[in-house]
């Protein structure tokens, strides 16, 4: 395997610059870095066949593509499921053009065994597709299929694939694949454009795409390339003009980066701009290899494409991954002057630095590594450092301008000493790259100056901290304590309104100048959690803020208590940024006025408001005290005293019942007249007993007219006994 | 007969908006969400996030955010369950879509993702204001932290945050501890203290500030140290949810991928948090974990099953409800130790924990208060990051009847005593009286 891409093991490549510049903040001079083996480990996640084998001739295709180019070893389990997959789709007369097509680019890589009669059948159904052909994709994949047949176009691919070509041509006896009627074809195929440079998918449809034009352009080349007898000229310049229209409509980033997109609104087959970018830049590849290469395109539009597919980064989607893989590829294909090697214009070589924090502490040296898209080596050169200009300003250049050193071991330029002139800060450093040989200054493209912005930190160091109350009036020192802002200090102190407090510090380089520092914060917190915060400003080398607590009452809302006091000192490029709880302080303010600003709400804490209630349970009410049942039933025991007391005198009275009617009649009247009034007792009896008051008073409603008939005889009878015996 | 056309196509219209409803307990499991983008680049620059989400069963739709034919309900019917504004960018929707109409989006339940970055226009701000947080009002502000910024040898102005300052909810986050920092670069936000609703999810370090990385500081930053929120989360009260973050690029596959070593630490974490972070939040925010809901409410007397239709006082009752949360798949039980129910009447009379089974179903018992009238069993569960239960059944509870008080006090026989005795006495008399010489 002659693989011309040497990969170095890239090591801290760390963060690739994202992909907009909306999302990033550096205006100044993005760079990108090449292909590193974050993108290899990418390709094996994202390309992980299922259960050995891929899902489609496509996705193996771009799988093998993908490896091949990385220099990803393939595993040997891949290469027969592949194997699989291909003589499958050549073996069946029942694949489309479309599976026929990614079976012969897959296999121009992994190389199966298929026997020359499939070959001859895949042929003649090649050729019968390019002659019914009606849309660009009919083209596209017949004529595809047919220049992967054609051995002899083999220097239609990049050069590592030339082998694969020739063991090809081992393999199938019929060399000479060749289109008669290609004027024709490409006429038929050439309808399609339209004046915008971009192109259709059929005639039926109106829609057109720069995806498409990539499409046109690749199977155009492949129509060149199979032409039996030249092709007219006029024909392949009428293409170069539709190329320089597609390039009118190329879309531009802010930081310089090329690419094209489709505006399509809701067409169903609308491709990303990775997508469509990636399709043109394969076919102006492929156009440019048949082509005289008369329409080569600036530098510039290389380096602004190469910056596009850079930019991405690690794509998260296979095919994105195998379009930009496959597309700095094309990019980067004429390396090592391949015969016909004036593809695109010219390669682009990609600067990029591994560090650009650079720590005065560490002595780390500055590096510059200048390769091509893929990673690999760039040709002998030189890179100079120009200028270092601190950021924002537009003094004059604080360094000489050098060469870099370069290390042929690592592959990296190195500026071993930093320039005593450079202190801790951000700075621009402005490089330039020469190449050595003149010849080379054609064939890449470094694309000018490159500005990079350098932080060089270091560690500030902190002197002369102190905390100090001052008398208003007088501005006598009251208290005064030094503070150790590199350790831990607790300081307390207090203070009432008419004092001030001052808390001031020393900030130099390792340089020895004053620093001064992006955050400088002074945070006073009450217990209530209410903050106040104040920049520390410097005062020539001294850093000093003064809190005058009278001015600041109204601002504190009149709370006294306790204060903690918490300072903040951090920089870009200050090694030893600090957060400090110094202490506290207690202030005594006075009371507020009636119209005093209250303090802000303070957010509630989210885990107390969610926790459960307390439980509630009902009292009920208390039962009557009652007495025990002994007593009640002693004192029923005396109501019946009197009764017995009654019955006894009664006894000592000497009662009888004379009087009791001796004559039939009476005497049953007497005896029923008792019985009554007996009932009625009984059924109070019963009432308390068992009865209610509707069933009782039914009873006694029988029971009364009973009693008042009996009772009235008796009680006549008696009355008349008793007046006879008056009257007698 | 044409009168009767009439009224069924507009009852059909009059139930419409009931069909579409956002996160429904029937049907959970269909869910599509619109995503606008400021440039479809980010649809390959975050696709992992976007395959996590499709590889939970989200039907996703880009859309450019100035696509004139963007649109979030057709003829009244929401056409989407989910909204997701990877558009900081933008200053005008295209289509009908506008501010009211995202808002009426929540309105109705559904949820919400919004990604702002330094860029963020206007529109996003205010969408921002509606849903409870306030951006960094200076358009260049970032958040910058010198003490808790991720290592980096080619981003050093520090911009680039590791933070891990998370909220403790396993609800929201999952039960697996995020153990990598989490890197962010963005603008901050603070959140209204009004509103209740809205939670600090991922908070910046003490040592944080909000400002122009680029020009001197003179005034104090309007936002500093733990007040500055990363990313919050609001439940509405309708359960829809929402998601807020100033940092755009905390989504990317760059971040997804990157390592981070936080500035003073000596390990390095290979991947950063963002992906488990952001993965595990959007299962919150859709709904796959802490939504609740109830079924079969019951209460009846001890001993008995029916349900009846009143309580008497002092009566002894069984209440049982059971709980399930969806997971995403399926409704698994749920299973905590403070669901409360209360018995209501003004203000609880009786308010007591539920016990449970472990399989959702909470029960307990207790005996109806000594006060009659119109009561309510109430259930009210609020938990972080769980959605809220309500629920309430009314139930009267009368006093006792005149025959079910006590019959025999002894403590009353001595009048009893007394009373019968005047009546034996009575009856003697009687015979005394008429009989007796």
Redesign the interface.
């Given at each position: 395997m002659t693989t011309n891409l040497h990969f170095e093991m890239v090591r801290?490549l760390?963060?690739?610059m994202?992909?907009?510049l909306?999302?990033s903040?550096?205006e100044a001079a993005s760079f990108y870095q090449p292909i590193s083996d974050?993108h290899r480990s990418?390709a094996l996640e994202l390309f992980s066949p299922d259960h050995g084998s891929f899902n489609s001739l496509e996705e193996t295709y771009e799988a093998l593509r993908t490896f091949d180019i990385l220099g990803i070893e393939k595993k040997p389990n891949v290469i027969t499921a592949a194997c699989h997959l291909i003589s499958n789709a050549v073996g069946s007369s029942s694949s489309t053009t479309k599976d026929l097509f990614y079976a012969l680019k897959a296999n121009s890589i992994v190389k199966c065994k298929i026997n020359d009669k499939a070959f001859q059948d895949i042929l003649t159904r090649l050729n019968t597709a390019v002659n019914d052909a009606s849309s660009l994709l009919d083209f596209y994949y017949s004529i595809g299929g047919l220049v992967l047949i054609k051995l002899s176009s083999c220097f239609y691919f990049p050069p590592y694939v030339l082998i694969h070509c020739l063991a090809m041509l081992n393999q199938s006896s019929n060399a000479d694949v060749h289109l008669t009627n290609a004027d024709e074809i490409f006429h038929s195929v050439k309808a399609f454009s339209q004046s915008d440079g971009r192109w259709r998918y059929s005639s039926k449809n109106p829609e057109s795409s720069a995806f498409a034009a990539g499409i046109a352009f690749e199977t155009l080349a492949g129509v060149v390339s199979l032409a039996s007898s030249e092709l007219d000229q006029s024909l392949v310049s009428t293409l170069n003009n539709d190329i320089s229209k597609l390039f009118d409509s190329i879309e531009k980033y802010d930081d310089g980066a090329l690419y094209f997109?489709d505006k399509l609104?809701?067409g169903h087959d609308h491709q990303?701009?990775?997508a469509t970018t990636s399709s043109v830049v394969r076919g102006l590849n492929a156009f440019a290899a048949v082509s005289d290469g008369s329409h080569n395109l600036p530098g510039n539009k290389t380096l602004g494409l190469a910056n596009f597919f850079l930019g991405?980064?690690?794509?998260?989607?296979a095919k994105?991954l195998f379009n930009q893989i496959d597309s700095l590829a094309c990019l980067e294909s004429n390396r090592q002057g391949f015969p016909l090697a004036f593809l695109m214009g010219s390669i682009p070589l990609i600067f990029s630095?591994?560090?650009?924090?650079i720590s005065l502490t560490k002595k780390n040296s500055l590096q510059v590594k200048v390769n091509t898209v893929l990673g690999s080596n760039a040709p002998p050169l030189t890179v100079k450092l120009v200028g270092a200009f601190t950021s924002?300003s537009k003094d004059a250049s604080l360094v000489e301008s050098q060469e870099l050193v370069f290390d042929a071991g690592t592959g990296l330029h190195n500026l071993n000493n930093l320039p005593k002139s450079i202190d801790v800060g951000?700075y621009t450093f402005v490089f330039e790259i020469l190449l050595h040989e003149p010849e080379h200054e054609k064939v890449y493209v470094t694309g000018g100056q490159k500005k990079v912005?350098i932080?060089v930190?270091g560690l500030i160091k902190i002197e002369n901290a102190e905390i100090v109350i001052l008398d208003s009036d007088l501005g006598s020192i009251e208290t005064q304590k030094k503070l150790d802002l590199a350790g831990q200090s607790d300081v307390s102190l207090s203070a009432n309104h008419l004092q001030k407090l001052r808390v001031s510090f020393k900030l130099t380089t390792p340089c020895g100048l004053a620093f001064?520092p992006?955050?400088?914060?002074l945070?006073l917190r009450h217990e209530s959690k209410v903050?106040h915060?104040?920049?520390v400003g410097n005062s020539g080398e001294q850093f000093e803020i003064v809190l005058n607590f009278l001015g600041l009452v109204e601002k504190f809302f009149y709370l006294s208590g306790r204060y903690d006091i918490?300072l903040?000192v951090?920089?870009?490029?200050?090694e030893n940024?600090?957060?400090r709880a110094i202490g506290h302080i207690e202030l005594d303010l006075p009371e507020p006025p009636e119209k005093a600003p209250r303090p802000?709400?303070?957010?509630?804490d989210?885990?107390s408001?969610?926790v459960?209630?307390?439980?509630?349970?009902?009292i009920?009410?208390a039962p009557e005290k009652?007495?025990q049942?002994e007593l009640?039933?002693a004192?029923?025991?005396?109501?019946?005293l009197?009764?017995l007391g009654?019955?006894f005198g009664?006894l000592r009275l000497g009662?009888?019942?004379?009087?009791?009617p001796t004559n039939a009649m009476p005497a049953t009247f007497?005896i029923l007249f008792?019985v009554g009034?007996?009932a009625v007792?009984l059924l109070?009896?019963f009432f308390?007993l068992k009865l209610?008051l509707f069933q009782t008073l039914k009873l006694v409603g029988l029971l009364g007219v009973f009693l008042v008939f009996v009772g009235h005889r008796?009680l006549s009878y008696?009355a008349a006994t008793s007046a006879k015996l008056k009257s007698a | 007969m044409g009168k009767l056309w009439v009224i069924s196509i507009a009852s059909i219209f009059m139930l419409l908006p009931f069909l579409g409803n956002a996160f429904s307990p029937e049907s959970p499991t269909d869910r599509r969400v619109l995503v606008l983008l400021d440039d479809s680049a980010i649809k390959s620059s975050h696709s992992i996030y976007f395959n996590s989400l499709k590889s939970r069963g989200f039907d996703l739709e880009f859309k450019l955010a100035d696509d004139p034919k963007i649109a979030l309900q057709r003829y009244g019917q929401y056409l989407y369950d989910a909204l997701i504004l990877f558009c900081p960018s933008v200053e005008r929707f295209g289509g009908s879509i506008d501010l009211a109409a995202i808002l009426d989006f929540v309105d109705s339940g559904r949820d919400l993702i919004i990604a702002a970055d330094s860029s963020a226009s206007d529109l996003i701000r205010e969408v921002g204001i509606e849903c409870g947080v306030d951006f960094d009002e200076d358009p260049s502000a970032m958040v910058i932290d010198h003490i808790g910024y991720a290592v980096s040898e080619t981003e050093g102005d520090h911009t680039l945050i590791a933070s891990d300052d998370l909220i403790k909810s396993d609800v929201i986050l999952g039960s697996k501890r995020i153990e990598a920092p989490i890197l962010f670069r963005g603008i901050g936000h603070s959140l209204n203290p009004a509103n209740n609703l809205v939670l600090k999810v991922l908070s910046a370090s003490p040592s944080a500030y909000s400002a122009n990385p680029k020009s001197k500081l003179s005034t104090p930053p309007s936002l500093t140290g733990s007040a500055i929120s990363l990313v919050s989360i609001v439940q509405a009260r309708n359960n829809a949810r929402i998601l807020i973050t100033g940092s755009l690029s905390m989504f990317s596959n760059k971040f997804f991928r990157s390592g981070v070593q936080k500035a003073g630490e000596k390990t390095k974490h290979e991947k950063s948090g963002n992906e488990q972070f952001l993965t595990e939040i959007s299962k919150w925010v859709f709904h796959e974990r802490g939504h609740l809901k109830t079924v079969n409410v019951k209460h009846h007397k001890v001993g008995e099953t029916d349900e009846p239709a009143l309580y008497r006082i002092n009566d002894e009752l069984e209440y049982s409800v059971e709980i399930y949360e969806w997971s995403g798949k399926s409704w698994d039980p749920y299973v905590a130790n403070d669901v409360q129910v209360q018995f209501y009447m003004m203000s609880p009379y009786v308010l007591k924990t539920m016990s449970h089974n472990k399989k959702g179903l909470y029960s307990t018992s207790f005996k109806v208060p000594d006060v009659y009238g119109v009561f309510q069993f109430k259930v009210e569960y609020q938990k972080l990051g769980y959605t809220s239960l309500s629920l309430s059944k009314q139930i009267p509870v009368r006093p006792y009847r005149h025959n079910e008080y006590e019959r025999f006090i002894p403590a009353a026989y001595p009048y009893y005593g007394a009373a019968f005795s005047m009546m034996a006495g009575f009856f003697v008399f009687s015979f005394v009286h008429l009989y007796s010489k």
């Amino acid at each position: 395997m002659t693989t011309n891409l040497h990969f170095e093991m890239v090591r801290g490549l760390v963060g690739f610059m994202v992909l907009l510049l909306l999302l990033s903040i550096c205006e100044a001079a993005s760079f990108y870095q090449p292909i590193s083996d974050s993108h290899r480990s990418a390709a094996l996640e994202l390309f992980s066949p299922d259960h050995g084998s891929f899902n489609s001739l496509e996705e193996t295709y771009e799988a093998l593509r993908t490896f091949d180019i990385l220099g990803i070893e393939k595993k040997p389990n891949v290469i027969t499921a592949a194997c699989h997959l291909i003589s499958n789709a050549v073996g069946s007369s029942s694949s489309t053009t479309k599976d026929l097509f990614y079976a012969l680019k897959a296999n121009s890589i992994v190389k199966c065994k298929i026997n020359d009669k499939a070959f001859q059948d895949i042929l003649t159904r090649l050729n019968t597709a390019v002659n019914d052909a009606s849309s660009l994709l009919d083209f596209y994949y017949s004529i595809g299929g047919l220049v992967l047949i054609k051995l002899s176009s083999c220097f239609y691919f990049p050069p590592y694939v030339l082998i694969h070509c020739l063991a090809m041509l081992n393999q199938s006896s019929n060399a000479d694949v060749h289109l008669t009627n290609a004027d024709e074809i490409f006429h038929s195929v050439k309808a399609f454009s339209q004046s915008d440079g971009r192109w259709r998918y059929s005639s039926k449809n109106p829609e057109s795409s720069a995806f498409a034009a990539g499409i046109a352009f690749e199977t155009l080349a492949g129509v060149v390339s199979l032409a039996s007898s030249e092709l007219d000229q006029s024909l392949v310049s009428t293409l170069n003009n539709d190329i320089s229209k597609l390039f009118d409509s190329i879309e531009k980033y802010d930081d310089g980066a090329l690419y094209f997109d489709d505006k399509l609104v809701d067409g169903h087959d609308h491709q990303g701009p990775l997508a469509t970018t990636s399709s043109v830049v394969r076919g102006l590849n492929a156009f440019a290899a048949v082509s005289d290469g008369s329409h080569n395109l600036p530098g510039n539009k290389t380096l602004g494409l190469a910056n596009f597919f850079l930019g991405i980064g690690v794509p998260g989607d296979a095919k994105d991954l195998f379009n930009q893989i496959d597309s700095l590829a094309c990019l980067e294909s004429n390396r090592q002057g391949f015969p016909l090697a004036f593809l695109m214009g010219s390669i682009p070589l990609i600067f990029s630095l591994p560090f650009t924090v650079i720590s005065l502490t560490k002595k780390n040296s500055l590096q510059v590594k200048v390769n091509t898209v893929l990673g690999s080596n760039a040709p002998p050169l030189t890179v100079k450092l120009v200028g270092a200009f601190t950021s924002g300003s537009k003094d004059a250049s604080l360094v000489e301008s050098q060469e870099l050193v370069f290390d042929a071991g690592t592959g990296l330029h190195n500026l071993n000493n930093l320039p005593k002139s450079i202190d801790v800060g951000s700075y621009t450093f402005v490089f330039e790259i020469l190449l050595h040989e003149p010849e080379h200054e054609k064939v890449y493209v470094t694309g000018g100056q490159k500005k990079v912005p350098i932080f060089v930190s270091g560690l500030i160091k902190i002197e002369n901290a102190e905390i100090v109350i001052l008398d208003s009036d007088l501005g006598s020192i009251e208290t005064q304590k030094k503070l150790d802002l590199a350790g831990q200090s607790d300081v307390s102190l207090s203070a009432n309104h008419l004092q001030k407090l001052r808390v001031s510090f020393k900030l130099t380089t390792p340089c020895g100048l004053a620093f001064m520092p992006h955050q400088a914060l002074l945070k006073l917190r009450h217990e209530s959690k209410v903050e106040h915060i104040f920049v520390v400003g410097n005062s020539g080398e001294q850093f000093e803020i003064v809190l005058n607590f009278l001015g600041l009452v109204e601002k504190f809302f009149y709370l006294s208590g306790r204060y903690d006091i918490e300072l903040t000192v951090g920089d870009v490029v200050m090694e030893n940024s600090l957060l400090r709880a110094i202490g506290h302080i207690e202030l005594d303010l006075p009371e507020p006025p009636e119209k005093a600003p209250r303090p802000p709400p303070q957010p509630a804490d989210p885990y107390s408001r969610y926790v459960p209630k307390a439980e509630i349970t009902h009292i009920f009410r208390a039962p009557e005290k009652r007495p025990q049942k002994e007593l009640s039933l002693a004192f029923m025991g005396l109501t019946f005293l009197p009764l017995l007391g009654f019955l006894f005198g009664l006894l000592r009275l000497g009662v009888n019942l004379k009087n009791f009617p001796t004559n039939a009649m009476p005497a049953t009247f007497a005896i029923l007249f008792h019985v009554g009034i007996g009932a009625v007792l009984l059924l109070y009896v019963f009432f308390w007993l068992k009865l209610d008051l509707f069933q009782t008073l039914k009873l006694v409603g029988l029971l009364g007219v009973f009693l008042v008939f009996v009772g009235h005889r008796i009680l006549s009878y008696l009355a008349a006994t008793s007046a006879k015996l008056k009257s007698a | 007969m044409g009168k009767l056309w009439v009224i069924s196509i507009a009852s059909i219209f009059m139930l419409l908006p009931f069909l579409g409803n956002a996160f429904s307990p029937e049907s959970p499991t269909d869910r599509r969400v619109l995503v606008l983008l400021d440039d479809s680049a980010i649809k390959s620059s975050h696709s992992i996030y976007f395959n996590s989400l499709k590889s939970r069963g989200f039907d996703l739709e880009f859309k450019l955010a100035d696509d004139p034919k963007i649109a979030l309900q057709r003829y009244g019917q929401y056409l989407y369950d989910a909204l997701i504004l990877f558009c900081p960018s933008v200053e005008r929707f295209g289509g009908s879509i506008d501010l009211a109409a995202i808002l009426d989006f929540v309105d109705s339940g559904r949820d919400l993702i919004i990604a702002a970055d330094s860029s963020a226009s206007d529109l996003i701000r205010e969408v921002g204001i509606e849903c409870g947080v306030d951006f960094d009002e200076d358009p260049s502000a970032m958040v910058i932290d010198h003490i808790g910024y991720a290592v980096s040898e080619t981003e050093g102005d520090h911009t680039l945050i590791a933070s891990d300052d998370l909220i403790k909810s396993d609800v929201i986050l999952g039960s697996k501890r995020i153990e990598a920092p989490i890197l962010f670069r963005g603008i901050g936000h603070s959140l209204n203290p009004a509103n209740n609703l809205v939670l600090k999810v991922l908070s910046a370090s003490p040592s944080a500030y909000s400002a122009n990385p680029k020009s001197k500081l003179s005034t104090p930053p309007s936002l500093t140290g733990s007040a500055i929120s990363l990313v919050s989360i609001v439940q509405a009260r309708n359960n829809a949810r929402i998601l807020i973050t100033g940092s755009l690029s905390m989504f990317s596959n760059k971040f997804f991928r990157s390592g981070v070593q936080k500035a003073g630490e000596k390990t390095k974490h290979e991947k950063s948090g963002n992906e488990q972070f952001l993965t595990e939040i959007s299962k919150w925010v859709f709904h796959e974990r802490g939504h609740l809901k109830t079924v079969n409410v019951k209460h009846h007397k001890v001993g008995e099953t029916d349900e009846p239709a009143l309580y008497r006082i002092n009566d002894e009752l069984e209440y049982s409800v059971e709980i399930y949360e969806w997971s995403g798949k399926s409704w698994d039980p749920y299973v905590a130790n403070d669901v409360q129910v209360q018995f209501y009447m003004m203000s609880p009379y009786v308010l007591k924990t539920m016990s449970h089974n472990k399989k959702g179903l909470y029960s307990t018992s207790f005996k109806v208060p000594d006060v009659y009238g119109v009561f309510q069993f109430k259930v009210e569960y609020q938990k972080l990051g769980y959605t809220s239960l309500s629920l309430s059944k009314q139930i009267p509870v009368r006093p006792y009847r005149h025959n079910e008080y006590e019959r025999f006090i002894p403590a009353a026989y001595p009048y009893y005593g007394a009373a019968f005795s005047m009546m034996a006495g009575f009856f003697v008399f009687s015979f005394v009286h008429l009989y007796s010489k």
